[in-house]
């Protein structure tokens, strides 16, 4: 029987992240939250990372639709939009009149897409002209769907993670894509310059040209529609001979344009609410606004002090952290039950359960955290493992995480070796500190790439010499034996029941002439009979090197 | 009742589920020698043996093969006694401990690989004579969540609901956590098919055996399959991505889906967080393997014009804290693809144990009444309580799980005294070490075996029993086959059958005479058949008698369910099947769920799960994976395998293997002693260098007692739902063995003490340093 008041949250924002603490809350303590979601998308949850798959035509959009909560006391409000927070009396009011009390407030409500400031993007309503798409939400993948039907040419701009995807998506779907950035090297956050043209000629190489070291300057449009977009150098990057080498100004005629030029963090409701605001909305370790101990934030939107990288891992790994601490404060405890009213700093203040073994429900779906690490710099809060980056580029395999590209391994403490064979399209570049993997970049290679993963979320010890982790590691094996004169006495030919060749070469030799006597005799072939070949082989092999050389007398 | 000398006689091999078909023959010198083995065309081996059923024989006359009571003597060593002495001292002691504690003061401990007719007795003796409901067994070790994830999906569990040789004619064949070509070689020929059409994909963190089955690149054949490797514990997350490309990719089999199944909303819901990245990232499998391989499963779907699919699963992905869920997840994707029900698809579980299937159906588990029916129902109790003649008010209910059942020995609410049959706890359970203290901790423990296991060493009184070619009775294979073991040498000494000694104590512990325990098996078979009737395992139609003619007449075999009637069988389960209207006798169930599942409304039950990981995760102190598994030429605890000579020449000693990466990281050279440490123990044995293991994975068989007893290392984290520990995956550090002392003639070495003392320090230093 469960006698405690139940804690008031309301979600604001339904999208990976705000569902995921819901999921989160509800597998802990089911009945300890009343839990409001305002969700302003009209649709059910859907798994945002995939949009570029829909893009690229690798997934049915059915099938990224996520789960439901599941509880009784879980209440979501879809294509309804948080207006304002009321934080004297605790509501939050949202645009369709309706007002909601909450003990604690998570304002997951995402980014937007940020769209640059450059002539003929906006329409006289605001809107981007038709043919110019964002990828951020369901809406834009299917738009962008079905303008690629009538869009023989394709341009992206924006050549990280995402303008990556959707690229080498379009480009599978048949589109003559070319991929604009404004530097030299793409995915520039997380690649080096020798990794980041290693990518390039792959992304070549699946037909996407690429223009580095450019800006968009106009979109073209006619009759509303984006006919094509006007491309210049980057006047920055050639006047410190960063690259380009003449004066770059064309259009290139397309009839889709995706901008993936970053996100804009969904801050207006919390400055609104005059809670400090940032890039995104400022939160603590403990995810709380520092203005108000009731106000959280998480996801995209939210500004922690360790920074935010955008990636849904950090954003999941962010609500299971949130979920904890919102629990911990519903806990019973033998002493007087913590009433709601409590005066928070103190309980607020309160990290994670440093080293505590988390029970079943907290590692449920915290997958990438599966290490025990945790940073001195970010006061004990284990991130690790949500910063892996896997572009999902079909054909191109690019994996990064931890320390890569920009931030350069520290030379005193780390280590970092390389394998560069850009002609084969492979870079591959470990980062080892204490003898734990602390960062790779892996590109051209998926199998290595899976397996510097695993090594580096788990911490297992790598090898003393870190230039394994570049392969995968394996003995050298005696060449399979071309004649049965090179198989040694004691290779095993029948497995099941344990034959060498040395057993049947001495069956052979006391007597038994035929495959049957050699089977009745050796067992050899009478479990599963795979042998059966190998044994005839082996067989008739020594008959007739015992005619040729006669025995002595 | 023996064969007469000279003539053989058709039964199977005694150690695993596939039941190898073999003729024995007795020889003509004296009835208790051992029988020639030779092997016979039966539709699971065709004609093969594997090196343990070839020696099978060879286990009837080991020299230390139990032929006497033993009790505990003064001396503390166990000593021959007469069974009269044996039993009345037992008797007296359980009466006296129920007396005084309850009950349930006794607990019953069975096993996987005891005859249907004793497993039943079992089951009967503990709810009707002891009235304990502490009785479990060691299925709960192999089997337990395969049974939960395929009641809970299908309604009833026969761990292939097809025959085994259906196998042959798919085009893919999805084996996940099975080692079949070490553990039951000749089932190898079954995958021949899916082999030839490059469809057999192995999910395994080590290269085994079995996974070299699919191919291997340095011998430039084309492949003939797939493996996967994920990280150690993450088999369910790979099983979510399958999932997950089959949904993405439109390749799953609406209709089927439509018309068969319920919950197909929330499964699909459910596996939209799993894309093939980001289970790449957890299993360390590289996301593109994931879609090949969906897309082969789908290709080879029914749906999609292929000649067939299976999805298997076997220990490696059950003994987990989450096996259940992973095979309620390898049903999902196997539903998805339209494959259960329909002939020559589906989903199945290989039970290992011989009598693994007939050991779960009968009632020697927790919660179970004969004909796989739940204790807690009260029409199950009424019907069991009626065939045994008692009122249902004294059946005890559910019991608790073995592994919650051992940790419960000798704690003041726990049991004082236990029956052990079929089973060398000792070395097969997990976190080996508590189980032994647990063990010791008993008032009275006692031990039927035919050797003296490491568990009857511990016992305070020996039992020893018939085993395999000296008894008759029967087995249900993995395929839910029924099938015949039969006497063909006398037993040594004074063995006897638990039969006669369940009728004995029931007589010694004064259970009325209507309260039956028949020694004649085909006796007890008859009773269990009643029993069984209208339950999900239905025996009904089964005889002795019936078997045998099957037999001599060459009929295909008998499958349960087998009804005595069509008419009273309760008809979610066998639903279009035809009795054979000459005999009038129903011809049993091959193939299960051709038109509905054994469910109320006839569909399968799609549920969610999702992937929480080992319940040891690597963290530093404990940075390695350890998986355990078995070797050919072993059988579980070794207590058979290490006595045949044959068999202990090939693999004498345990040993772990280890990837070279990690051996030069720890300084472990191949061929060194290697010492693997968890939180609950350590373990010895000699490192041998491959490539099989992933680097941050080792890998020991199980099969040893003493320093090299892995289970003294494995944790007995359960399952939720099965209660199954999870034997396969925990976290180990993995160092070096400090060389030991020179071991120094003393006569030379007379060290002074401060000699001595240096000495010690350079070790501990070079311990240190190493």
Redesign the interface.
Known sequence: MNLRVPVKVVVVGFGMVGSRLVDELLRREPEAFDITVLGSEPYEP??R??LS?VVAG???V???????PDGARVSVLRGVTATSIDRESRVVTADDGSTHPYDHVVLATGAAARIPPIPGLRTADGGLPAGVHALRTLDDAREIVAATVNSPRAVVVGGGVLGLEAAVGLAGRGLSVTLVHNVQSLMERQLDPEAAAVVRSGLEGQGVTVLPNCLSSEVLVAGGRAVGIRVKDNADRVSTGDGGSGQRDEVVAARLIIFSVGTIPETGLAAAAGLSTDRGIVVGYDLASPDDPRVHAIGDCAQPPNGSRGLV?EGWDQARRLAETLVSLVEPVNAPVEPVGTPAETVHLRLPHDGAQPS?AV???A??T???SRAQSDRGIDTR?TD?V?V?AG?L?VTTMGVCGPSRPNGLTQRAVRLADPRAGRYIEVVVSDGILVGATCVGD??V???L???Y?????????PA?LLLT???Q?A??ASSPEHMPDDAVVC????VTKGHIAESCGSGAHTVEEVVRET?AT?????CKDAVCGLVDWLKESKEAVPEPA | MLASPGTAVDSHCPYCALQCGMSLTRPRTDATAAPEVQPRDFPTNRGGLCQKGWTSAAVLGVSDRLVTPLVRGESGELEPVSWDAALDLVASRLAGLAAEHGPESVAVFGGGGLTNEKAYALGKFARTVLRTPNIDYNGRFCMASAAAGMNRAFGVDRGLPFPLADLGGAQAVLLLGSNLAETMPPAVQHLAGARAAGGLVVVDPRRSATVRLTGDPSTGQPAEGVHLAPVPGTDLAVLLGLLHVVLAEGLADREYLEQRTTGFDDVARSVAGWWPERVESVSGVPADELRRVARLLAAAAPVHGGAGAYVLTGRGVEQSTQGTATVTASINLALALGLPGRVGSGYGAITGQGNGQGGREHGQKADQLPGYRKIDDPAAREHVAAVWGVDPETLPGPGLPAVQLLRSLGTPTGPRAMLVHGSNLVVSAPNANRVIDRLKSLDLLVVCDFVPSETALLADVVLPVTQWAEEEGTMTSLEGRVIRRRAVVAPPGEARSELWILAELARRLGAPEDLAFPTDPAVVFDELARASAGGPADYSGLSHARLDADEASGGPGLFWPVPALPSEVSDTQVTGVTPASDTGEHPGTPRLFADRFATPDGRARMVAVDHVGPSDEVRPGAPFYLVTGRVLQHYQSGAQTHRVAELERLVAEPYVELHPVLGFRIGVPDGARVRLTSSRGQVEATARWTDAVRPDTVFMPFHWSGIGSVNQVTTDATDPISGMPEFKVCAVDVTPVPAALPVEPVETHLDRPDQRGERDAARRKKELST
Do not use: Q
């Open positions: 859907y798994n990372v995939l798959d690798r997934t049915d059915a099938a990224i639709t996520m789960p439901l891992a079943m590692r449920l779906g997958l990438l599966g290490g025990a493992g892996v896997k999902k054909p395999s998926p199998r790439a899976a397996d993963t695993a090594a979320t788990r911490r297992t010890p790598v090898p003393m010499d394994f590691p394996v003995m094996t060449a399979p497995r099941c029941n344990g067992r009478t479990g599963c009979g795979s």
